[in-house]
C-alpha cells in the first residue's frame, strides 16, 4: 500500500511539466488522482483534450488510479466541474495542487490588457476558483485532514523577473493568497501550502540558456519535472503539520520562505514628515535595488558574467518593438 492509499488528489495543468510528473508521483504513491489539464499553448491558445488522457493512460498502464478533466481553471463552472468530479469519481476529495499556469512575457510597454488579464486568470483567479469550490465541498464535510498545495514562482516572490508584469504579480498574489487561506481554512480542517519550483526543465523555461544541460544516465537531475513531486505529496498526506507556507524548491533543496520582512524604519513622532526631512533620512537607509537581487539569483545560472551586463541584456530585450 502507498502512503497515499485512499487519498484523492486533484491536479491542475498535470498534463505536462511539473503537473504530470506530480500526477505521476501520487497515483505511485498510490492516491487517486483527477488529471486536469485542457492542453492549451503556453500562452493559453488552443487545447488538446488528449493531453490530460495520455497522463491518465500513464497512471493506468503502471497500475494506478486516474481520471482525466479537461476544463480550464479560469473557468468558474469547470473548475466546480473538477472537484464534482473527484467527488463523483472517487467519492471524495482530500486535496488539490493548484498548478495550472500559462505564460506570456513582455515589457510593460509592450504588453496588451488580454495579455495581463489571461496570465492572472489562469494563474491567480484559476487558484482561487478550484480552491472556492474545494472548500465549499469540505464545508459540508466531516472536519479531516485535507489540503490544498498552491504552485508560485521566485518571479513574484524573489526576483521578479523583468517581461513579467503578469505572470510575477499573479505568483505574488498566489503565494498572499495561501497564507490567507491557510488562516481561514483551519478551521475545516484544511492546510493550506506553497511550492515554489525554480530552473526546472519544462517548455515554460526552455528558452533559458543551460536549461537542455543534464547530468550523466544514473545521476540525480536537479531540473527534472520530478524534483517538486516529493514535497507536494509529503503536503497532501495525512498528518503532514505543515500550513501557510511558502516553499522554494531548487534540485534537491527546498527553503522556507519569509516572505516580505520589515527592513529599516525611520520614525517622526508628534507632526507629518516634511518632504525634505524624508530626503535626508530614508534616502540614507539601506536600500535594495531589486535589480541586484534578481542578477544574484539568475545571473550566473544564466551564464551571463556581471550585473551590467545583465542589466544590458535585460534591457535589450526589454527595447524590442
Ligand atoms: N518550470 C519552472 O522552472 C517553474 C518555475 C517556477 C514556477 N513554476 C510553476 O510550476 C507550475 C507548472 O509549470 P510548468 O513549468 O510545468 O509549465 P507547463 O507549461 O509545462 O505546464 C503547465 C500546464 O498547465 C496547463 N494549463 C494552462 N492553462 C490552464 C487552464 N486554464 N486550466 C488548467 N490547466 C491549464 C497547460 O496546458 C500545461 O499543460 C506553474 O504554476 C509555474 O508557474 C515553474
Known amino acids: 500500500m502507498g502512503e497515499l492509499a485512499g487519498r484523492t488528489v486533484l491536479v491542475t495543468g498535470a498534463g505536462r511539466g511539473i503537473g504530470r510528473a506530480e500526477a505521476l508521483y501520487l497515483a505511485d504513491a498510490g492516491a487517486n488522482v483527477v488529471v486536469n489539464d485542457p492542453g492549451v ?19 493506468r498502464a503502471r497500475g494506478g488510479r486516474a481520471v482525466a478533466d479537461t476544463g480550464s481553471v479560469a473557468d468558474w463552472a469547470a473548475a466546480r466541474g473538477m472537484v464534482d468530479r473527484a467527488v463523483a469519481e472517487f467519492g471524495d476529495l482530500h486535496a488539490v495542487v493548484n498548478n495550472a499556469t500559462i505564460e506570456v512575457n513582455k515589457g510593460l510597454e509592450r504588453l496588451t490588457e488580454a495579455e495581463f488579464d489571461d496570465v492572472v486568470a489562469v494563474k491567480l483567479k484559476g487558484t482561487f476558483a478550484v480552491s472556492h469550490w474545494a472548500a465549499v465541498y469540505w464545508r459540508g464535510q466531516e472536519r479531516a485532514d485535507r489540503a490544498i498545495v498552491n504552485t508560485a514562482s521566485g518571479s513574484g516572490l524573489l526576483n521578479p523577473l523583468p517581461t513579467q508584469t503578469n505572470y510575477a504579480a499573479a505568483n505574488a498574489g498566489v503565494a498572499a493568497m495561501t497564507t490567507v487561506h491557510a488562516l481561514e481554512l483551519r478551521r475545516l480542517g484544511v492546510r493550506v501550502n506553497c511550492v515554489s519550483p525554480s530552473m526546472v526543465r519544462t517548455r515554460l523555461t ?10 550523466p544516465d544514473g ?6 519535472p520530478a524534483v517538486v513531486a516529493p514535497l507536494v505529496a509529503y503536503l497532501v498526506s495525512e498528518g503532514c503539520p505543515l500550513t501557510g507556507q511558502v516553499l522554494s524548491v531548487r534540485g534537491g533543496s527546498i527553503a522556507v520562505n519569509h516572505g516580505w520582512a520589515r527592513g529599516a524604519q525611520v520614525t517622526k513622532d508628534g507632526a507629518l514628515w516634511t518632504v525634505a526631512e524624508l530626503a535626508e533620512s530614508l534616502a540614507a537607509q539601506p536600500l535594495e535595488d531589486p535589480f541586484d537581487r534578481l542578477a544574484t539569483a539568475l545571473g550566473g545560472a544564466l551564464g551571463v558574467q556581471g550585473r551590467d551586463a545583465f542589466e544590458a541584456m535585460v534591457n535589450a530585450e526589454l527595447d524590442k518593438d
Open 41 to 59: 499553448e503556453i500562452d493559453g491558445r488552443g487545447g488538446d483534450g488528449g493531453i490530460a488522457a495520455a497522463v491518465v493512460d500513464e497512471i
Open 219 to 224: 545521476q540525480l537531475d536537479p531540473k527534472d
Open 206 to 215: 526552455n528558452p533559458v540558456p543551460g536549461m537542455d544541460q543534464a547530468p
